[in-house]
């Protein structure tokens, strides 16, 4: 097969598109109906043969405009064909190799794929192969699904199952949202990152992610990280899901259509005949083919046999918005008028008849509104005037220069008394320009006696594994400066925007007790720290009932925290908020002493 052929006297082929895996993509052109399609051609014997026909079926058998719907199947003496409607855009694997998308785009695009899943399993029919690659935005700006059914018969893939395609289609948001593919079918897409075995959530990937389409992602390929009831487990959850989360999905959609606005027709032409070029036989009778023969272009046209290449021919220029039947012309078009040359203009001013220009002070220069010459100063003359750059002396104003002598000295008067206040405001208040709610101190200035804590913990209720170096923990308490429990390396800092909230140390005092002081002795850099105290006498695992008792920011040695309020706990945390930043972002604290 080869472009021009006809295959079942209706679709001729005009350009392929893939050759791989024993099978051939083309796109081609209905002569019945005079549109644009595509067409999945594989050998008869080959062993995908009848499972593609059954696929078409099935395809055929989802309503939905956001597919892109089986017109035509069948089987000849050579081939086995799927022909699809043809559809023109950007997929969303050529999307993401660019950047990823937006948050709102990628809960629109996955949304309207979501809706089409709805509708194709109600009928108990999967795409079977839902990878970015068959996700298209057309022209349009509308979502459009590709080889649905069909692509995952041409790859050998076994109908999925449902649940197997709710994974796919969450990998979906996750690769629009990170760039990275988690899924376990094939794709353009690079693999998303993994930690002993399990996916990375989107936050830990791209920043700036909303914590709901994360927590969605992470409970569908970490299971044991969803709480109870906030697992998706179909796809008319995932859509509602992510329509929730855009809020009003029509203006999401107008904003699409004005950015992928261009050409809303196809760009193959109607074909209404084809102009055959000599010494290039046609493999198929043309009667056949309803095309008409060089005899009868010669009659209707008057031409000689080898003239034929010159007729018009169709463009398929993918630049041109509106193809046509395009014929040379016969006479190029006349060259435009040559540019008619700018009158020349003499560099130098002509000398005047007495052999040198005459100067003259400015204020008696001529009136020369009125000369016409293109020298203003008149050539006929041979004046050029001279600008005095020396100016008159002024008469001395009585009184100035004691008035300036003034001026001078009541400014250094107030320079003088502002350095007074000044020197005097630094004695009163320390020098201290930069006071801090919790400043450096010595051990002598603690308050309050020393409680040993009954037990001692890590805190990372918003890690992964819930540990952040839990075997350091007694270094924070074993009264040595030199040893210190630090934190586990971050690309990211803390904070809102960053990969977490936070992390700590957690102390059970025993029972409650009143909180007078707690010291801090932070090492590595300036370092952010809040004292949490919760409520209750369990354990706390997050910080529902925890209440901020005391902050300190940029602290880089022992520091002392003194609660705004009185406060009555058994467990505390000493949380950081913010990490010195060294090769990555990660504290340490050395030492910590509760007084009650």
Known sequence: MRPGDVLTGRYRLIDLLSDARGGRFWRAWDGVLARPVAVHLIDREDPRADALITAARRSA????????????????????????????????????AEEPLTPRRAAWVIGEVAELLTTAHGLGITHGRLVPDNVMIDERGSVKVVGFAVDAALHGVTPAALGAELVDLVGLLYAALTGRWPGPSGSKVPAAPRDHGRVLRPRQVRAGVPRVLDALCD???????????QRVRSASEVAMAMFDFIGDRNAVAAAEAARTRGNTTPRIPRIETFALAPGLPSDEDPADDALPSADSLNESTGELPGELTQAGVPVFDDEILDPQWRTPSAEPAPPPPPFEDNPERPLFAPDSPEGGPALYPRHDVPDLSDSSTFWPWGTEVGKVPIMDDEPEEEEPVPGRRWMRGAWILAASLLVLLAMIYGFNRGRSDGGDDDPTPAEPISESQATGAAVAPKATFDFDPQGDSREENPDQVALAFDSDSATAWQTMSYRQNFGPGGIKDGVGLL???GKARHLSQVSVEVTGGKTDLELLGFTGTTRPEDLANSTVLASASGVDGLTRLNPQQPATTRWVAVWLTSLPDADGFRGQIAEVQIRS
């Open 61 to 96: 058998q989802v309503l939905d405009p956001r597919l892109l719907r089986v017109l035509d199947a069948g089987v000849t003496d050579t081939w086995c064909y799927v022909v699809n409607e043809w559809g023109e855009g950007q997929s969303l694997d050529t999307m993401l």
């Open 219 to 229: 409970g569908v390929f970490n299971p044991d990280h969803a709480l109870p009831g």
């Open 507 to 509: 102390i059970d005092l």
